[in-house]
């Protein structure tokens, strides 16, 4: 597969090349596009600039001449424009480049204009009739030809005249915007050979990235070649490592196996002659203190066993023979078994073992034996770091919610949060030096998470340095079963049900 991926990535630089090829072609392309878009980007911007610019300006003198004549009313009578008037229109014309400009009534009718031709006429204009009477000032650039050029831009404008409420007439004033329009045209030149320019400087950065990404596509694709045959022998080197790695570890499980099965047998001779010493059911063995040694051998060689058998039991785990045998448990008989089990290594170290449980627990679907392994684990572990003084708490309680809940909590000498991945691993152990002062494996913890993960459970790791370890184990709320189930096998619960779902896919 790797073989297969240098192949892909050589080939993919051999094609580089004429694809940049064409990838410079395009650029070329959107270059030409983009100047284009500048073009009329450009003068679009310019047309919407002299547009604003030229309505305003035409308003505001339609707007100034509707509010500073003094005989507004008399024009729009029809009764002529007084000298003050004149001068007005007069200066005003001057001032804002007017060309001409009208004066309407209420209908309509031109009853004044620059021009004479114009009085008498009527605006039938869709927007003078729309927007004008209903007060509404409008205005918009046309291009005339009879202002004495051959082309000349002009803003013609219209005002509303408003009084006590009404329309009263309207004011129409054209307004010559050319030296604006050739002004924004010129500024508009210039932009566009500004942004030409950056275009250029920008296409010739790009050309030379191009270039210098040739080059090194080139240059890359060379070295994958030469490299290619190193990176196969080590991909094959890779493989013959893995699987010599497997083959150890289906070694070593396999010993374990094989040495856990080989010790048990004469462990059990040990622990039980030790233990018809201990007890004397022969006969008297003449001293006291042979019935202690016998029952250290016999107290050595039950501790002995119960390493071999975890040990044995991380052998099926990881050869994937372990199995669950599960039954509806009584949590409360297997607390009791568990606590009494480690009673008297608890009482003998002065530590407080107790447990603190719901009055009405239920029954849980579960491995009764594996069950027990879990809690004696866990407990072994609390009251093995616990010192003299300190105690151990079991707390058990139940949620539809929730599932079983399981709390180990002591006052030992804890862990940093750096410490308890560690403790979870197999043959992990905190205190890992030769000198160490806590014996054991490092499989109780790893086991009994183990174990609840194969219930479909969690284990979790609470604990502050010399403060002490909260472990909760939680099963899942489909294990729960009704104390009224006991012995109803041919009408199985939901917890039943769920339960042979579950297995069905494992």
Not at 94 to 120: C, E, H, M, Q, T
Not at 386 to 413: A, H, M, R
Request: aromatic fraction near 8%; charged fraction near 20%; charge should be negative.
């Amino acid at each position: 597969m790797k073989q297969t991926t240098n192949n892909q990535v050589t080939n993919s630089v051999r094609r580089s090349v004429p694809r940049d090829v064409t990838l410079m072609a395009t650029c070329g392309a959107i270059v030409l596009i983009a100047l284009l878009a500048c073009w009329f980007g450009v003068r679009w911007a310019q047309t919407e600039i002299l547009k604003y610019e030229a309505e305003e300006s035409a308003r505001s003198w339609a707007l100034f001449l509707s509010k500073d004549l003094p005989d507004l009313p008399d024009i729009l009578a029809g009764h002529g424009l007084s000298a003050q008037s004149k001068r007005i229109i007069g200066s005003a014309t001057n001032a804002g480049n007017i060309f001409r400009y009208k004066f309407f009534d209420a209908d309509g009718l031109i009853v004044y204009a620059s021009r004479a031709k114009d009085i008498g006429k009527t605006n039938t204009k869709s927007y003078f009739l729309d927007l004008v009477r209903h007060g509404v000032s409008f205005a918009k650039i046309e291009y005339e030809e009879d202002f004495g050029k051959d082309r000349t831009a002009v803003s013609e404008a219209y005002v509303p005249i408003m009084g006590g409420g009404r329309f009263l007439g309207a004011i129409e004033v054209y307004v010559d915007i050319s030296d604006r329009e050739a002004a924004l045209q010129h500024l508009g030149t210039i932009a566009f050979f500004s942004l030409l320019s950056l275009l250029t400087l920008l296409c010739i950065a790009v050309s030379s990235l191009v270039t210098r990404h040739i080059f090194l596509l080139k240059s890359i694709g060379t070295k994958l070649e030469d490299r290619q045959s190193d990176l196969v022998q080590l991909n094959e080197n890779l493989l013959t490592a893995k699987l010599a790695a497997e083959n150890a570890n289906t070694a070593k499980s396999q010993f374990l196996a094989t040495m856990s099965h080989e010790l048990r047998t004469p462990l059990n001779a040990i622990i039980g002659f030790s233990e018809v010493m201990e007890q004397e059911l022969l006969g008297p063995l003449g001293k006291p203190v042979y019935r202690e040694y016998a029952k250290d051998i016999q107290n050595s060689g039950q501790n002995l066993l119960a390493q071999i058998n975890k040990v044995l039991d991380l052998s099926k785990i990881e050869s994937g023979h372990d199995e669950l045998f599960e039954e509806k448990v009584d949590i409360k008989a297997a607390i009791a078994w568990s606590i009494g089990l480690l009673q008297q290594e608890a009482d003998k170290n002065g530590i407080e073992l107790m447990s603190n449980l719901e009055e009405a627990l239920p029954l849980l679907l579960a491995d009764e034996q594996k069950l027990r392994q879990i809690l004696t684990n866990l407990l072994s572990n609390s009251v093995k770091f616990t010192p003299t003084n300190g105690s151990v708490t079991l707390k058990v309680w139940c949620q539809p919610e929730d599932g079983y809940v399981f709390q180990i909590i002591d006052t030992g000498i804890g862990m940093t949060a750096n410490e308890i991945p560690k403790a979870l691993m197999k043959f992990g152990q905190v205190d890992s030096d030769l000198s160490r002062k806590y014996e054991g494996t490092g499989l109780g913890l790893p086991l009994a998470k183990t174990f609840v993960e194969q219930h479909g459970g969690s284990l979790g790791v609470q604990s502050i340095p010399g403060q002490g370890t909260t472990i909760t184990v939680r099963f899942p709320a489909w294990r729960i079963c009704r104390r009224s189930d006991i012995g109803d096998e041919a009408n199985p619960t939901p917890a039943n049900d769920i339960k042979r779902s579950h297995l069905n896919m494992a």
